[in-house]
């Protein structure tokens, strides 16, 4: 069986004539402020490459990548407003928590949701609170019972009868909505929620103490009736700035870029560090990731309250793989990739690089860059003594061929055989 293998095809990506994606027409023209898009969105399909090599089984590891059934080719769109390019015809997988490139996109979509939300709220002369709930946590403690543990004592809070008949209705709660995150550090994982308090009028510091002390109490409690304790930062409450400093930054780029984040105990790593951790050689990493895939897969990240959006006037929530796979309103067709094609930009990792270069708007750079690579595949195969074919096979035969010959079917070529 030919099959490339993984130092082969790393090889021929350092052979590949990358100094011509910096040298392009795209490059050239584009504006500085698309750089670091550029660089997130070859972080993001680069990290998508780490979460198929430790999940091969889930559909992050077919995600922008397999053609959706009855395709035959890639299609590019292209969104003018938004200097950006889209693949489409391709399976989407949609999972916030394994897909760095769905996660992306649907952060997107929840963070115009929350400012809308937040505005509506505003306009009205309420305000937003942003708390941030969490337990003492330790090294030894496993990742799929604290959150059960600790998402059970969260239910058990806002269930509880003082939470509703009493706090609600006294500081005009409207409703929350509750953002799940996890990092792990020192002291192993750890789950926190972070929490938007919707008000209906505003609130003077001295009934935001009190509320602070009252919803403290009422989460040491629910806290412990879990068995759970919490640490001296177990709450914070904050105003109204902060809720929006929390809005305008969610998913945004800098989560997924900066290397660590700092909490008050040391160093603490997010999924996406351990990810890149991984690609970098760390094993433990990458054990801890699959750890944290098997948890946290299918797991909502953002629940609204029951009935919090039909009274900010929002429409209902656009599911996760529907965010995923939206693109730009004004974004129109650009270009294909034929499949042969699609195997060599797959070979050669070169997902990322292919919608940057799009992302300029002009087809005939893509088209050259695809050029290049059918070339380097063509004096590849001479250096092995392989003739190109002397007659044009069935098409069928043609991208079956390729296919195999670039093992995209094999379990090697999606990351297999990573301990
Ligand atoms: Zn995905």
Redesign the pocket.
Known sequence: MSVISPDRAKLSLAALPLGYITKSKATRTAPSKTASCASATELRFKL?EGAAQLVPHE??SR??RWLRGGETAVEVLHSAAEERAYYSRLE????VW??P??SAKVAEVRRKELRQGVEVVALGGGTVLHLTFTVRHTLGDNLDQLLERFSRAYSRMMGHRTYRTLIKPTYGIMGAVRGLEVTHGAHGWHPHYHVLLFLGSPLDAARLALLDAEIRALWVSSAAHEKLSMTRAGLTVQGAQHAAGYVAKWGAEEELTKSHLKSGRGESSSPWDLLRRFLDGDGRAGHLWREYAAVFKGRRQLVWSPGLRALLGLEDETPDAAA?ALVATDAKHLGWVAFSDWMLVLRWRLRAQLLNLAAAGDWSVVADFLGELRARRLAERRARGLEPPLVDLPRLLVQLSLAWSVGAFSAEFYGGGVA
């Open positions: 998508q559909r992050v995600c922008c989407v997988c949609g999972s394994l897909c490139v769905c995923a």
